[in-house]
């Protein structure tokens, strides 16, 4: 892709490829962390006990970072997780997992025929992904007293439709909530507050944090 703009995956994409009897399924998964990565990987083995190896590698990071990893693993070093890892930097897709289930078909395809078939497999999942552009977005953690709460979810709602979120609310004292949005929102949302609570919520007590 030559879009300079960075995506992130929508949904999940399955693609599968077959060279001389063996099976390829190339799953594409919505990862932000390599926390979740272990854990999907962890499902696919799990549904998979028979197949022969599961090659994958990640990006995850957005816009802020870019952390890459990969595995072979148990294929000759370099024929299975380095290509789908090559194919993944060459797009511009980020916060996404792509592994590739095979099942050997009892002819071997030699490190030529091991790098085109995960590298087909790659390519493939990605052309049946669904993306959208990746923003950046910022959390503010406000602290309201109990009175102003429900004024604060309510504006939260008249936002919602540009995606703003309520990520946590914890109750002590007063309510400390955690809001997510676009970066570009936070202007707006943070003369909002101040405008419902009369100057008690100030706008200092907002800490913006890029994601």
């Given at each position: 892709?030559?879009n300079?703009?960075?995506?992130?995956?929508?949904?999940?994409?399955?693609?599968?490829?077959?060279?001389?009897?063996?099976?390829?399924?190339?799953?594409?998964?919505?990862?932000?962390t390599?926390?979740?990565?272990k854990?999907?990987?962890?499902?696919?083995?799990?549904?998979?006990?028979?197949?022969?190896?599961?090659?994958y590698?990640?990006?995850?990071?957005?816009?802020?970072?870019?952390?890459?990893?990969?595995?072979?693993?148990?294929e000759?070093?370099?024929?299975?997780?380095?290509?789908?890892?090559?194919?993944?930097?060459?797009?511009?897709?980020?916060?996404?997992?792509?592994?590739?289930?095979?099942?050997?078909?009892?002819?071997?395809?030699?490190?030529?025929?091991?790098?085109?078939?995960y590298?087909?497999?790659?390519?493939?999942?990605?052309?049946q992904?669904?993306?959208e552009?990746?923003?950046?977005?910022t959390?503010?953690?406000?602290?309201?007293?109990?009175?102003?709460?429900?004024?604060?979810r309510?504006?939260?709602?008249d936002?919602?439709?540009?995606?703003?979120?309520?990520?946590?609310?914890?109750?002590?004292s007063?309510?400390?909530?955690?809001?997510?949005?676009?970066?570009?929102l936070?202007?707006?949302?943070?003369?909002?507050?101040r405008?419902?609570?009369?100057?008690?919520?100030?706008?200092?007590?907002?800490?913006?944090?890029?994601e």
């Open positions: 892709m030559s300079p703009h960075l995506f992130q995956p929508t949904s999940s994409a399955q693609f599968e490829y077959l060279d001389r009897k063996s099976r390829f399924i190339a799953t594409a998964d919505p990862v932000e390599s926390a979740e990565v854990v999907v990987l962890q499902s696919i083995r799990h549904q998979n006990p028979h197949a022969a190896h599961v090659v590698a990640f990006r995850v990071g957005g816009l802020s970072r870019d952390d890459f990893g990969m595995s072979d693993d148990g000759p070093k370099g024929t299975a997780g380095r290509p789908v890892l090559e194919v993944l930097k060459g797009s511009s897709v980020t916060n996404v997992l792509l592994s590739i289930v095979r099942y050997f078909g009892g002819t071997k395809l030699g490190t030529g025929g091991l790098v085109r078939a590298t087909t497999a790659a390519q493939g999942v990605l052309e992904l669904s993306v552009v990746l923003e950046a977005r959390t503010l953690l406000l602290d309201c007293p109990y009175e102003l709460h429900q004024s604060i309510r504006l939260c709602d936002y919602a439709f540009q995606d703003v979120r309520i990520v946590s609310e914890s109750f002590g007063v309510v400390s909530l955690e809001l997510n949005m676009r970066t570009e936070m202007p707006d949302v943070g003369a909002a507050i405008d419902v609570s009369r100057g008690t919520i100030e706008l200092d007590r907002l800490k913006g944090s890029p």
